[in-house]
């Protein structure tokens, strides 16, 4: 069974910098993607970056250029780190963990979340 536990967020001003890490236990990478999500209140959630087994990885338009997603395969461990942030990035942040179809991903586990808050 995966697990996924959040943690990093808290407050910053605007074009500060926060590093979110995500433990992973009962993952195995093969045929797996894992991806950090974001859901502010009123919208959507939305996916920040999704990182396939064959080790691409996609952001989303906003945050390209600002955020890098990268694993510590060693620590088994997602990280984000968030630069310039803005306080459009303000959102509960979530990793998450599910497998790649030929045409999607389904995301079977779920991190608790962790909060980003970006002041201007």
């Known amino acids: 069974q995966v697990q996924l536990v959040e943690s990093g967020g808290g407050s910053v001003q605007a074009g500060g910098s926060l590093r979110l890490s995500c433990a992973v236990t009962?993952?195995?990478?093969?045929?797996?993607?894992i991806g950090w999500f974001r859901q502010a209140p009123g919208k959507e959630r939305e996916g920040v970056a999704v990182s396939d087994s064959d080790g691409s990885t996609r952001y989303a338009d906003s945050v390209k250029g600002r955020f890098s997603a990268s694993n510590d395969n060693a620590k088994n461990t997602l990280n984000l780190q968030m630069n310039s942030l803005k306080p459009e990035d303000t959102a509960m942040y979530y990793c998450a963990a599910g497998v790649k179809t030929a045409t999607s991903h389904i995301w079977m586990a779920w991190g608790q979340g962790t909060q980003v808050t970006v002041s201007s």
């Open positions: 009962g993952y195995t990478a093969s045929g797996n993607c």
